[in-house]
């Protein structure tokens, strides 16, 4: 099997296995709870995977011209400072996670587009291959829960 196809395999698959996670266990757990507490969670892991991604500036690794790395760290960020808004019920704490997730949802998209345009293949990655097949199809799912959950009608209180 080529690594071309090891690689989107893997993706695929971890794709596929966040979605089922997400599908049958997270959303059913956080699609009633209060909207600023059902967020945190899914803010929660992009507050730490997402500094992984400076790893794409490490020499040898890949090529430090793509803008993957400053856009994970970016969004990392964002993610903290959101998390950070929700707990204390900042009122701009919404705010702050619409921007967290378009742009850490576009960065991961744009990184997904750009790694195969400028030819950079599977095995260029090294330790990195685990990046685009095992962290950021979860992230991905994330992202797509925080947008549904941002969109979702706002729910009246008991008896108002």
């Known amino acids: 099997m080529s690594i071309l196809a090891i690689f989107g395999v893997s993706a695929l698959m971890s794709l596929v296995s966040s979605g089922v996670i997400a599908q049958f266990y997270v959303w059913p ?11 945190i969670p899914l803010l929660a892991p992009h507050m730490f995977l ?9 020499p040898g690794v890949v090529s430090s011209s793509l803008p993957a790395a400053y856009g994970d760290f970016v969004a990392g960020l964002f993610a903290i400072v959101a998390t950070v808004a929700l707990f204390k019920h900042a009122p ?7 921007l967290f997730n378009i742009w850490g949802a576009a960065d991961l998209l744009f990184a997904l587009y750009q ?11 090294g330790a ?22 941002l969109v979702q009608p706002k729910r009246m209180a008991a008896g108002g």
């Open 29 to 39: 757990r956080i699609r009633n709870a209060d909207r600023g507490s059902a967020l």
């Open 50 to 58: 997402r500094f992984i991604g400076l790893s794409f500036l490490v």
């Open 92 to 98: 701009w704490a919404l705010a702050a996670v619409w």
């Open 115 to 125: 790694g195969p345009r400028v030819g950079i293949g599977p095995g260029a990655l």
């Open 128 to 149: 990195a291959f685990f990046i685009p097949t095992a962290i950021v199809p979860p992230l991905l799912v994330t992202h797509f829960l925080v947008f549904r959950l």
